[in-house]
């Protein structure tokens, strides 16, 4: 397995952080996802129907870093797997001295991920889907502001509509020859990600 220094210290906070992250290890469909939000709305689209999502494993990354590590892990069992996380944007909202806005290192992080994704011994079993440009906007059509986990639980257990938008991609995500719902985009490179946020804007 080729973790590096980075990954190891990566992983070992993440493991002080959620002791039930190496519950992957005992079969069911591994997701892999960047952070606690997503976590959130997934569980509660399980709790509505547990049978439809039985041995499904949420695997917080929290941190768009900790998913190469642990893309790296599923990678060396030849595990089937998903991720989702945030394109993000090329660059910020921020200027340097030069009036140039500043590089986004989040979006940089996706050419580590596909990167790792490609190095699995057969890449079909991998589904890597990303929301355009992050979850909130994607599939609740707006910017998040405040406690956004809290947030998107408020929405998907009050709108119907976006209820079934994270169902839909969580079965997209455990299904992978399923449809993925308006504003995820399955991706390969990441010249696609840059014509699905030109597209956005």
């Not at 906070?13 to 997503?38: A, K, M, Q």
């Not at 709305?41 to 917080?60: L, M």
């Not at 590089?103 to 992080?109: F, P, Y």
């Not at 079993?125 to 406690?147: D, W």
Request: with cysteine; charged share 30%.
């Amino acid at each position: 397995m080729n973790l590096e220094e980075d990954d190891k210290k990566r992983l070992k906070l993440l493991n002080i952080c959620d002791p039930y992250v190496t519950e992957f290890f005992f079969g069911g469909h591994s997701i892999i996802v960047e952070g606690d939000t997503e976590y959130t709305a997934f569980k509660h689209v399980i709790s509505q129907d547990p049978d439809k999502f039985k041995n499904v494993h949420i695997i917080r990354a929290r941190g768009k870093d900790t998913i190469v590590s642990l893309i790296k892990i599923l990678n060396h069992f030849g595990s089937s797997y998903s991720i989702l996380h945030d394109s993000d944007r090329p660059f910020t909202d921020k200027k340097k001295k030069d009036g140039e806005f500043k590089r986004n290192k989040a979006w940089s992080t996706n050419e580590n991920i596909i990167s790792a994704v490609n190095k699995h011994v057969n890449p079909t079993q991998v589904r890597l889907l990303a929301s355009i440009p992050n979850f909130e906007e994607a599939y609740f059509g707006e910017e998040a502001k405040g406690e956004k986990p809290y947030n998107a639980l408020l929405t998907i257990r009050e709108d119907i509509v976006a209820f079934q938008k994270i169902s839909d991609l969580l079965y997209a995500l455990i299904n992978h020859n399923a449809p993925t719902p308006k504003g995820c985009l399955q991706w390969k490179e990441t010249v696609q990600l840059q014509d699905a946020i030109e597209m956005y804007q």
